[in-house]
């Protein structure tokens, strides 16, 4: 019931903060890209390293999975293990990586309870964790443009059953402003803003003017 004495500002419990999500990145490999065909793949390369580099930014734990790396998939994706040098790769033989016991267990180890999700193919690698982990209790929030499927029908269907099932549709530009929140918070702010310029088309050529003409402080 809406009681307008309780209103207040402060931010929903829905939101993801640095202090209560763990990213979860899914099957980013070679043989997994040369299939997907939803969307333009030099696209969700950018966005997956984008994604990764707002975890990092903001201390988010993450989990980096591969399947059959050495025997059919081949390694991570080398621009998204160049942004975690020192992660151990959790290598399965599992489509459904919520069922490989060692990627449970290094998500529960975080203690927390938002995953942020993303990966190939999204028609399996993504939807089977995803429904898996929500049955269990997770908040899954699918970063739809750091994932694709084998065809534009593939990838949206997928999308559509796991909302279905509770999760939650972002993008990992969304992720990122999401995390950061307000611009004054000057501890992630040049980092937010680097990510931006690097990996978000025009509107980081939007930070670049408004930092040039503004002043270097202007906000995105």
């Given amino acids: 019931m809406f009681d307008i004495a309780q209103v207040q500002a402060a931010p929903s419990k829905d939101l993801l903060t640095p202090d209560n999500s763990v990213a979860l990145f899914v099957d980013h490999q ?57 992660h151990e790769v959790i290598d399965r033989t599992s489509m459904n990586a919520w ?43 699918v970063v739809s443009d750091a994932s694709g499927g084998v065809s534009p029908a593939a990838h949206e269907h997928a999308l559509q059953r796991m909302l279905a099932a509770g999760a939650v549709p972002v993008t990992w ?19 937010v803003t680097e990510i931006a310029k690097e990996h978000a088309g025009a509107y980081g050529l939007g930070v670049v003017y408004a930092q040039s003409v503004i002043g270097a402080h202007a906000a995105g």
């Fill in 99 to 141: 069922e490989d016991e060692a990627l449970v267990a290094a998500v529960k180890a975080t203690g927390r309870k938002k995953i942020i999700l993303s990966g190939l193919w999204t028609e399996v690698c993504l939807v089977l964790p995803a429904l898996s982990a929500l049955e269990q209790g997770y908040e899954v929030y």
């Fill in 30 to 86: 070679p043989q997994m890209f040369f299939a997907a065909g939803s969307g333009d793949r030099t696209a969700i390369i950018n966005s997956t390293v984008g994604l990764a580099k707002a975890a990092r930014a903001f201390d988010v734990p993450t989990v980096l999975t591969t399947v059959a790396a050495e025997a059919f998939s081949g390694p991570l994706l080398p621009q998204l293990a160049e942004v975690f040098p020192e």
């Fill in 173 to 191: 530009l969304q992720v990122l402003l999401e995390l950061q929140r307000d611009w004054a918070r000057q501890e992630t702010y040049g980092a």
